[in-house]
């Protein structure tokens, strides 16, 4: 393939090398994307397709959780494949319980209300109490000796 001689006292490039790959040479396939940032120039004399493409990765967004499941809290930014699994991208909803509540809110209703994503928000399961329905204060000693 390469010249066992070059033509004068020094081999010029063009008689001894290949040149290298470039990723306009490589068909990226399915399930992948040219990158958009590609190199001038690949590793070697041809590309591999990690210096040129990446994965298409679907996206939560355009998932439709089915009728008893509903948007996952913390979606991914991108699925493991082309297309989301429902898995990813949802779950069954929270249910709403007075852990939810922060400090001055109680629980809306004792029924089961389920949440629009995995994980409730005090927003969908509790009420502001009026600061005059508050309970005072109470002293801590009057905590303490209730336990003992």
């Known amino acids: ?34 990158k958009f940032e590609l190199p001038a120039l690949c590793a070697e004399t041809r590309c591999f397709r990690w210096e040129c493409c990446e994965r298409i990765r679907g996206s939560c967004a355009a998932t439709q959780c089915d009728e008893w499941h509903v948007p996952r809290a913390g979606r991914p930014e991108a699925c493991d494949g082309v297309f989301c699994a429902q898995a990813e991208c949802c779950g069954l909803p929270g249910v709403c319980d007075r852990h939810v509540c922060g400090q001055g809110f109680v629980v809306r209703t004792l029924e089961k209300v389920n949440c629009s994503t995995t994980e409730c928000s005090q927003e969908e399961c509790c009420d502001q109490v009026p600061p005059d329905e508050l309970p005072a204060a109470v002293p801590q000693e009057v905590l303490i000796g209730a336990f003992v």
């Open 1 to 34: 393939m390469f010249p066992e001689y070059c033509n004068g006292t020094v081999c010029r490039a063009q008689e001894c090398c290949e040149p290298l790959g470039v990723c306009n040479d490589i068909d990226c396939g399915y399930g992948y994307t040219r």
